[in-house]
């Protein structure tokens, strides 16, 4: 199967924060052909065109911005439910919002119905990979792989492992954690497009023995993912000292269960030090910054520029974090990221954001080897973005002198609206002004 796209191509093929502007490409004619569901071809219309097969369907987006397919490095899908559950800080929304509405997924029905919603709502914001929380119950993982597969989507999920402080039906065993978890990543890890990530909820919601199986599960599967949260909260750093005080620090307690390296990502790390972004960078440990959801939960400012520094960068991705963060918009986190970094007094560059939200969230899943940027031998995944999706967005971009600005537009005024198509492994899965019905 064939298919192709015409239109203006923009795309990173390194890192901005290391490389500068040399790691962006943008292509203002430019042509993709997908062949069966990997890039085949990427490059300028003219070199490329007489290339085509004489009947193949060219889709024509010449009025839009043909990107990577966005990339959302942590997200919980059992909180679809929750967003916009206001007033409290992590511990006590935790207690108050997010246990309960997790309890529902105890039935498999709630985790299929909302598994669907959580998919369909990625690819009509132009997310087409993504890691992913699941609840406690192995329900809740069949569902969302289920759902995934069923789109041919990049999913990266696992069953939260947490055996204290958490209600009782939402706990497991350091035992039966280990055991669910292994036969779920037997069964899923790499079927298809799914992979698993051995998701221990967070320090303080897990026993030394439940860690230490976690770690020995990874070390028996050690091309899974690890998914975990660090460092998001004052209360929750002092919380987490009182529990294992025989740690040097958060990171270290992941450390020392074998927690951290290479496909281990850490959601947050707001008030990590220098120290601790050290030994994320010597392991490979990456950070998802989730900008919505830190400015929803009061919990802090995350300075990007620090953890990224050219001396000793760490990996790190966008994550939406829904339902703490507010939006499922990779555009909207781009453009939250950037206010967050000015708070810090180091604003990145809409090409820095745009990367975070496509190859460095590809890297920081270890997944760049497939996904993030536009080459031959890539897997298609693309969104289609729509600079004139409003009537201010139209009057803003008409006024942009490069496309350097455009991303910037994009990012601060972009939202799902701004998605005109979505192609997940070359087959068209989202199309924003399809007549309903069709
Ligand atoms: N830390 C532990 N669990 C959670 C969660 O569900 N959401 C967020 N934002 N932080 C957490
Ligand atoms: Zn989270």
């Known amino acids: 199967m064939i298919t192709a796209l015409r239109g203006p191509l923009a795309y990173c093929t390194d890192d901005p924060f290391l490389a500068g502007a040399r790691a962006f490409r943008y ?3 430019g042509l993709l052909v997908c062949r069966d569901g990997i890039l085949e071809a990427v490059g300028a219309h003219r070199a490329l065109h007489q290339r085509l097969p004489r009947d193949c369907a060219v889709a024509d987006f010449s009025d839009c911005l043909i990107v990577p397919g966005f990339v959302d490095t942590h997200v919980h899908y059992v909180q679809t439910g929750i967003i916009g559950a206001h007033g409290r800080q992590l511990l006590d929304w935790l207690e108050r919002y997010t246990f309960p509405a997790e309890l529902a997924f105890a039935d498999p029905d709630e985790a299929r119905r909302t598994a669907a919603v959580f998919c369909d709502e990625l690819l009509r914001h132009g997310t087409t990979a993504a890691l992913v929380f699941c609840s406690v119950h192995p329900g809740s993982v069949d569902a969302i792989f289920e759902q995934a597969s069923k789109r041919n989507m990049l999913l990266i999920a696992g069953k939260v492992l947490m055996d204290r402080n958490a209600p009782e039906r939402l706990r497991d065993t350091a035992q039966s954690g280990y055991d669910l978890s292994k036969a779920l990543l037997r069964k899923w890890h790499k079927s298809g497009r799914c992979r698993y990530a051995i998701t221990p909820r967070f320090a303080a919601t897990s026993t030394p023995e439940q860690l230490e199986l976690a770690g020995a599960l990874w070390s028996e599967y050690p091309d899974a993912h690890l998914h975990t949260h660090i460092a998001e909260n004052r209360n929750e750093i002092a919380w987490v000292r009182e529990l294992f005080p025989e740690r040097a620090d ?7 269960y074998g927690l951290t390296g290479r ?3 850490l959601a947050h790390g707001i008030h990590l030090d220098e120290s601790a972004l050290c030994r994320c ?3 490979g440990t990456a950070l998802s910054h989730c900008p919505s959801s830190n400015l929803f939960l009061g919990s802090g400012l995350f300075r990007m520029r620090q953890a990224r520094d050219p001396r000793r960068p760490v990996e790190v991705g966008l994550g939406t974090d829904i339902g703490a963060g507010t939006s499922f918009s990779l555009l909207s986190t781009m453009g939250e990221a950037y206010k967050v970094s000015q708070m810090a007094d180091a604003p990145i560059g809409a090409v820095e954001a745009f990367y975070l939200a496509t190859l460095g969230g ?3 899943l270890d997944l760049a080897d497939r996904i993030g940027t536009f080459a031959p031998g890539k897997d298609a995944d ?3 973005l729509d600079p004139r999706a409003t009537p ?3 009057f803003r971009t008409g006024r942009a002198a490069d496309i350097e600005e455009i991303l910037a537009v994009l990012m601060t005024l972009g939202d799902d609206r701004c998605v005109r198509a979505t192609y997940v492994a070359g087959a068209l899965v989202h199309e924003r ?4 019905g069709r």
């Open 27 to 29: 292509e203002s004619d």
């Open 250 to 256: 958060y990171l270290d307690v992941y450390s020392h």
């Open 263 to 265: 496909r281990a990502v």
């Open 281 to 283: 960078h010597e392991s």
């Open 362 to 364: 590809a890297r920081a």
């Open 382 to 384: 693309i969104a289609v």
């Open 392 to 394: 201010l967005l139209a």
């Open 433 to 436: 002004d399809r007549p309903a």
